[in-house]
């Protein structure tokens, strides 16, 4: 059965740090871009970061940039997202994404409140 399990979400103060991980069963993960989406309440589920299958090329929204960063274990199985500098405007609830071999999977969402 395939499942993508977020964890590491929670209430940060405003230029705290937090890391989700994305743990991934069911699938070959080596096979799949990896991605990492927010939702804010009210607002469309938006791409905050991709990383491809194997050689680890990434994109971030520019939102991110020089804060966020994605990455990958293909021998566990599981991605990450460190987020640094965190404002307020990052709360969101963030989704894990796979895509690949004509798949897209989502996994739960894990809530990041980010205020004092």
């Known amino acids: 059965q395939v499942q993508l399990v977020e964890s590491g979400g929670g209430l940060v103060q405003p230029g705290g740090s937090l890391r989700l991980s994305c743990a991934a069963f069911g699938f070959t993960f080596s096979n799949y871009g990896m991605s990492w989406y927010r939702q804010a309440p009210g607002k469309e589920r938006d791409l905050v970061a991709y990383?491809?299958?194997?050689?680890?090329?990434?994109n971030y929204d520019d939102s991110v940039k020089e804060r966020f960063t994605i990455s990958r274990d293909n021998a566990k199985n599981t991605q990450y997202l460190q987020m640094t500098s965190l404002k307020p405007e990052d709360t969101a609830v963030y989704y894990c994404n796979a895509r690949g071999l004509g798949n897209n999977y989502w996994g739960q969402g894990t809530q990041v409140i980010v205020s004092s």
């Open positions: 990383i491809s299958p194997t050689n680890g090329i990434t």
